[in-house]
């Protein structure tokens, strides 16, 4: 059934914390001890895993909004230390641990077991078509402990939207740098504050921003105009619309069940990563 979309957009930011605890110390630390030289080889080792051999240019299309040259400082060099599946190990057993350390004793709650059931349900039920890294998620056994199969679930759901993101981009011609920029101005920063772009070469960054301000996105300040932040609108309300059908197996009961189930859970994981 169709679902509010404004219920689709609270999914996404009950799901954001739980899904993103793989980015964190406890996953890091596993994927050192394999022999990963920092944080961002083993970023791109467990998140393109599912995708497996592929060649940094496919993952670097897939991801969508890594500057060019990134991807290619970790694939394949990560894969003459580690193997995709063994990658995808790790990540899940690290994730599953860093949520639970997170979460305290949420982790052993009847709740837990049925929110993690429910989005499970959605997770695994969304079409795959045009979306890359999702079915290669989809493609992965759903682990049956409790916690892991919440965070399984929520990094289904949240790379389906992503996939979905990254189509509503390329659909109003924003690319991926083009996209961080847009949204450090939409959280009040300049772009080269801006945590995914400041390390960015001082020329490439102006670029990306004269690009921004030649199509009217951008104003002469480096702010947004009225033109760019309608876009950044229409680009998260699509996002949204691509997103639902991912809850579409769930009644209207169901989706705010999992909604009143997950909202402690994601408190609580983001409080720990605040």
Known sequence: ????????????????????????????????????????????????????????????????????????????????????????????????????QRIGQLADSPDLVRAADLATRAAVSAPTEGRALYAGLRALDVPEEPVARLWH???????????????????????????????????????????????????QLAGVVDRLRRRGLVDAAGGFTDAGRETKERIETLTDELAAPAYDVLTADELDELIAGIEPIAAAAQEADD
């Open 1 to 100: 059934m169709q679902h509010p979309l404004a219920k689709i957009h609270r999914m996404f930011e009950l799901v954001e914390p739980i899904a993103t605890v793989t980015f964190s110390e406890v996953p890091n630390e596993a994927f050192l001890a394999l022999g990963m030289r920092n944080y961002w080889d083993g970023y791109f080792a467990g998140r393109a895993a599912p995708l497996g051999l592929a060649p940094a240019e496919v993952v670097h299309a897939v991801f969508y909004n890594f500057a060019d040259g990134e991807v290619a400082r970790h694939i394949p060099w990560v894969w003459g230390k580690t193997t995709p599946q063994e990658a995808i190990a790790v990540r899940e057993q690290g994730s599953a641990a860093a949520l639970r």
């Open 153 to 203: 679930a929520a990094t289904l759901l949240r790379e389906h939207r992503g996939d979905g993101h990254n189509a509503a981009l390329l659909a109003r011609g924003i690319g991926g740098t083009e996209a961080h920029v847009l949204l450090a101005l939409s959280l009040g920063m300049r772009a080269e504050e801006f945590g995914r772009t400041h390390h960015l070469p001082k020329a």
